[in-house]
């Protein structure tokens, strides 16, 4: 069974619209870390949010939020105001294992496009 | 930026040579991974190190191995090199339990 799930391989979102890409995932482990990361067409791959399993909150990061529903076991991304910028693949990633040997499983990706 | 340095960035072999790329980091972490990047695949673990000298594998570590006898370097050996091996290569560094992921800047391998 696939670790991280995300269903959308492309998404076409018009400028200034709010997207959300989704992702679900596997873990039997109590405590457990889920990551997004971008990649724009340059190929960095660039942190954007952090959500742990123990917090409560939503995590959020300027225009960024992190839709965590720990029942459902999905952790989706929303993006307020899309800008051009966004443009790019979007991975999520889940932290697991016991501490101090943790790993982190990367899904296969969402490709964002945002038109103008 | 983390301080992740990936030699060499670009490389181009032939089946059945052996092939070193090398991650140096200069930030002292503990946590170092090496991923592989295909279309259609994302991103997936080969190996990765919790320490120096303890390393275990990823999920597709078959063809490859590793070596941290330094904090600061994490060597991915392909010992063989193979066609299905030609890939964009990531090294990662993590500093604790809640703490993202850095990235290098990639090594793109191809197996001729």
């Known amino acids: 069974a696939q670790k991280i799930t995300q269903t959308q391989p492309g998404m076409f979102v018009q400028e200034k619209e709010a997207v959300t890409l989704d992702c679900t995932y596997d873990t039997s482990d109590q405590s457990y870390g889920l990551f997004w990361y971008k990649q724009p067409s340059s190929g960095e791959m660039i942190f954007l949010i952090y959500?742990?399993?123990?917090?409560?909150q939503n995590a959020t990061e300027g225009r960024y939020s992190l839709n965590f529903q720990k029942a459902r076991k999905s952790a989706n991304l929303v993006i307020s105001a899309s800008q051009l910028g966004d443009s790019a693949m979007y991975f999520c990633?889940?932290?697991?294992?016991?501490?101090?040997?943790?790993?982190?499983?990367f899904g296969t990706g969402t490709r964002l496009t945002i038109i103008p | 930026d983390a301080g992740i340095t990936q030699s060499p960035r670009h490389k181009v072999t032939e089946t059945g040579t052996p092939v070193t790329l090398r991650c140096h980091q200069t930030e002292n972490h503990r946590y170092m991974y090496w991923y592989r990047q295909d279309p259609g695949h994302g991103l997936r673990l080969i190996h990765y190190s919790y320490g120096v000298k303890d390393t275990d594998k990823g999920e597709v570590s078959d063809g490859y191995s590793v070596s941290r006898s330094k904090t600061e370097d994490f060597l991915l050996t392909l010992e063989s090199a193979t066609s299905s091996q030609t890939s964009v290569y990531f090294c990662?560094?993590?500093?604790?339990?809640?703490?993202?992921?850095?990235f290098g800047n990639g090594t793109r391998l191809t197996v001729t």
């Open positions: 959500q742990g399993s123990y917090d409560e």
């Open positions: 990662a560094i993590r500093g604790g339990v809640d703490s993202p992921l850095h």
């Open positions: 990633a889940m932290r697991e294992g016991r501490f101090g040997n943790e790993k982190l499983t």
